[in-house]
């Protein structure tokens, strides 16, 4: 009989760790920058009262924005369950959600936003 390698450590469906859901409580665009807010440095550092991916969250926005896409790449979670998990995070006052500018308004902006983009995809 061959010995299969298993991986070790909990294994968890994703959307178990939002419940099932699959709607977040504030529409969030992918591209929207996530910041830790006092809040949430605090309530992480007191370990008990938020979960293991909000403290992972909380961590990985301490002290920099991270672009939504970013957290569930780093995270490897469906974008569906970051956007939850931080919408979730962002009705409790844990983090900060900048939402980009429209491209309506105005386009220069809108071509800082994709310069930006390419370049942090040109960092991973």
Do not use: W
Not at 14 to 37: C, K, M, N, Q, S
Not at 64 to 81: F, K, N
Not at 83 to 98: C, E, F, P, S, T
């Amino acid at each position: 009989m061959v010995e299969r390698d298993e991986p070790t450590g909990a294994l968890v469906r994703p959307y178990a760790v939002t419940r099932g859901r699959t709607r977040p409580r504030l529409d969030i665009a992918i591209e929207a920058l996530v910041e830790t807010t006092m809040r949430g440095r605090s309530s992480s550092a007191s370990k008990g009262s938020t979960g293991r991916e909000h403290q992972h969250i909380a961590s990985l926005c301490d002290g920099r924005l991270q672009s939504l896409a970013e957290i569930a790449a780093r995270m490897q979670l469906p974008l569906g369950v970051a956007r939850v998990l931080i919408a979730d995070m962002a009705a409790d006052g844990l983090v900060a959600v900048y939402e980009p500018t429209s491209f309506e308004t105005n386009d220069a902006v809108g071509t800082e936003l994709l310069e930006r983009v390419l370049s942090g995809l040109r960092r991973l």
